[in-house]
């Protein structure tokens, strides 16, 4: 079964960014690398595919919409439709030498999410057997989590920014999770986009969000410059120091 992966947080706090850089580390282990990695956007908006320097074309809730106005050719009623959603995760699978994606996306009517969520739910369930690491970039906000879209997750990052706002908001993902009994084998924070000035009080905020700190991202101008001009975050410079940040919570993640 794959170890899953997902990152979670607040609106902007910089899910995408650490996804990317995490997956970035993910594809250079050799190991792990091996034993395949899956990426999923789980964000309506799509975004993680342009921080990868990928285009996707199509995404869960297009196959949702397929499915439910059954057109194209695909589509055939003497076939299971178990057997179909494995032929269309193939379809809409961005396959790459060192890792591919899948991304969630939107079905175009309204309201139709839940039934998104459980093809997800679905896929994540067929694809532990196929790849060794997923990791999820999930939606931000917490619809997601209550629709348990992440359960059993090995390992939660809660993402937030340096504000006491952000703290509690990290504490009430956290609590959520716990109170729907969603499986997290471990549960870390990670703080970005700390300013350089910031002094950081590990245990007082460690205790304001029950969470242990995975890692410190500073604020890094090269992730403003990189994202306002469109370069793929994977591409960041080893050096930067947004990429020296998430090197060490991979180190972390995968020492314990
Ligand atoms: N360490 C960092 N230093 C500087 N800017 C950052 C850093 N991390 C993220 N950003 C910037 O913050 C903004 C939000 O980042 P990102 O898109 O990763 O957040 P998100 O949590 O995925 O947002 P959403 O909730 O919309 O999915 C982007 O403009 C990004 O460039
Ligand atoms: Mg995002």
Known sequence: MAHIIAVAGKGGVGKTVISALLLRFLIEDEDIRRDGVLVIDADPAVSLPFALGLEVKKTIGDIREE?????????????????????K??????????????AMGRPEGVGCYCLVNDMLRHFIGKLSSRFGTILIDCEAGLEHLSRRTTQDVDTMLVVSDFTKRGFKTAAAIKSLAESLHIE???????????????????D?????????????????EIVSKF??????????????????????????????
């Open 67 to 87: 499915i439910a106005e059954p057109s194209g050719i695909i589509f055939d009623e003497r076939m299971p439709i178990d057997m179909l959603l494995e032929y």
């Open 89 to 102: 995760i193939d379809e809409i699978m961005v396959k790459r030498p060192y890792f591919s994606l899948i």
């Open 184 to 202: 997290f084998k471990r549960i870390f924070l990670v703080l970005n986009k700390v300013p350089a000035s910031a002094n950081v009080h590990f």
């Open 204 to 220: 007082e905020i460690e205790r304001l969000t029950g969470m242990p700190i995975a890692g410190v991202v500073p604020e890094d």
């Open 227 to 256: 994202d306002y001009e469109g370069k793929p975050i994977l591409l960041l410079p080893e050096d930067s120091k947004a990429v020296l940040a998430v090197r060490k919570i991979f180190e972390r993640i995968f020492s314990v």
